[in-house]
């Protein structure tokens, strides 16, 4: 590969034809800062939290009617049950008369819930769609990436009601306002924004021995929910999100870490603990009564500050630890240079992490001049986002329907913000290259090139995505082609195309 083909592909998300390519790319990755717009005109009418929360807040409220309605029910459905034990000569009831009994009208509350669960089931997919159109159409291509690499590293998961909503708003509001800032703000953002302390559980967190608990602890054994202190969030900070695995931290910390962070909360959308006057719903709130008092010790350090206070304390240790450094840095290089990530790289970038105090251009700038990211040999397999970004890119699309972007991602095994984990989704080519994962490709593409394949010259093409060309074994695959949409297949599912 030619420097100017590393830039378009390992850093950016593909060439679009017609495009000049850049003179110079190194200085055509860095200028990309000032290009990049956190909110462009295709995400001007993206979802918001505040639209998501108004979403659950109406579910939620719809849902505690149609329990109330099941509850009153109840007690006329019983009356009308024959005794358990009463004799019968009834013959079982057939096909038919089972179909009659269970034929029962939704009540208007229980088709509201339908239609609102639903429309929150839109905010998610409608965020999908904007995501790609923004990927398809932006004039800083190597931002938009860590926009995405950003977005995986502090992932939530959409496969629930209380977080698909969300999940699009928080990529729009806590990443990409931050991509080009410091490492410190965007963590803040992520860790009080609705989705992270929905899909970790901090929302319900209660400190053992808060205002809430006392109180709770007073009330008949029968009055009392279940409720206690919750660690995932604070487990997930330490070893996912800042100091990495492995790192020096005990379970004490990550205990006393969770107590720190009791009363960072959701408004409006708990079980009652995070109601206040005046708090817009799904906004952050920090629930004094939820707060564990008195002060924590975590790696070695006191923190005897009172309320909100004290887990921020943390979070600024956290955010300039030598170890966040370093994990940030080796994730930064594996996601762009290659699976094994070179020592040298790792440490240039940790190096400007530090020294910058995590000012995050600096830290990409780092990253630019490692020279280990400007080998010639493609060293990463795409994604099957970045895979399926780069085929539309290179099709000239600037634009693609929402249900098919969902439909494609899911075809390919990498539905759009749903990695099931808060690991989010792996970033080596083991876990994409498999057989069936390629089989996958090979039909995607063949779909598309069916499509485009008579409009566009395989070699062309070839030639404006690679500039200086492809190699040689790419460009002979698309000569020998027995037509144009098969050659353009070829090119798609080619190792040029696949690897960066």
Known sequence: MSDTVVALNRFGLGARPGEAPPADPRKWLVAQFDRYQPRPA?????????????????????????????????????????PAMAPTDRRPAGPRQVAQADDTLPSEAERMRVALRRQGQSLYTRSIGLRMNAALTTPAPFVERLVHFWANHFAVSADGLRVAPFAGPFEFEAIRPHVLGSFRDMLFAVERHPAMLLFLDQAQSVGPNSAFATVAAQRPAAAQRKFGLNENLAREIMELHTLGARTGYTQADVTEFARAMTGWTVAGLGRGVGRAPGAAPGSFLFAERLHEPGTRTILGRSYAQAGVAQA??????????????RHIATKLVRHFVADDPPPAAVARV?????????????????????????????????????WSVSTLRGLGLSEFGTPQTVGLLQQLGQPVWRPGSPAGWDDVAASWAGPDAVLRRVEAA????????????????????????????????????????????????????MRR
Do not use: C
């Not at 009418?45 to 505690?64: E, F, N, S």
């Not at 921020?312 to 450094?325: E, G, I, K, Q, R």
């Open 42 to 82: 295709v995400l001007a009418d993206a979802p918001t939290g505040a639209q998501a929360a108004q979403q659950i807040q109406q579910y939620q409220a719809i849902r505690q009617d149609v329990r109330q309605e099941r509850r009153a029910q109840a007690p006329a459905a019983a009356m009308m049950a024959e």
């Open 350 to 386: 940790e190096a400007a992490f530090l020294q910058s105090d995590g000012d995050l251009p600096t830290v990409y700038r780092a990253l630019i001049a490692a020279p280990e990211a400007w080998v010639p040999q493609a060293a990463k397999f795409k994604t099957p986002w970045d």
């Open 446 to 497: 063949e779909r598309f090139a069916n499509r485009a394949g008579q409009i566009i010259d395989p070699r062309e093409r070839a030639a404006e995505l690679f500039p200086g060309g492809a190699s040689p074994a790419t460009t002979q695959a698309i000569a020998r082609a027995e037509s144009p949409p098969q050659g353009l297949a070829l090119l798609l599912v080619s190792p040029d195309f």
């Open 312 to 325: 921020s304390a943390v979070l600024d240790m956290l955010a300039a630890h030598p170890a966040t450094a």
